[in-house]
């Protein structure tokens, strides 16, 4: 899995192929708000606000995971679907900070939109660096 930081600032195709040439599956998480490159097995894209996903992750993302900070990221996360391909799983995500607040309305909200799933943060919950 590559993630943290933004890991599309750079090009990936060196990494992903010999990643690949030791048979391993090579996945992402990425606002995609740069240009894709690479060739991934799973591509996550998390888009942010600020500065919104190249066209080209809409189309290759296998899911889209939107983080719920507050009410209004609901309508974010709808814009952000209505931009990808077809065959993505779709993610409501709590930020961490808000997850007390924020968990309850998500919850709510995949009932009433089941298109959406609930993402949580395993790791954090079981204090898993």
């Not at 591509?43 to 992750?57: G, I, R």
Request: with cysteine.
């Amino acid at each position: 899995m590559v993630t943290g930081g933004e890991p599309l600032t750079w090009d990936m195709t060196v990494l992903t192929n010999k990643l690949k040439e030791q048979n391993l599956r090579v996945h992402i998480e990425t606002s995609g708000a740069y240009p894709v490159t690479g060739s991934w097995d799973w591509f996550c894209l998390s888009p942010k606000k600020t500065k919104l996903p190249v066209e080209d992750a809409y189309k290759i993302a296998h899911e889209l995971k939107v983080i719920i900070h507050n009410k209004h990221d609901f309508q974010f996360a709808e814009e952000q679907a209505a931009k990808i391909n077809d065959n993505a799983i779709l993610f409501l995500q709590p930020e961490w900070s808000k997850k007390e607040e924020m968990t309850p309305l998500i919850v709510d909200y995949v009932m009433n939109n089941p298109k959406w799933r609930v993402s949580l943060q395993t790791h954090k919950y079981l204090n898993i660096p």
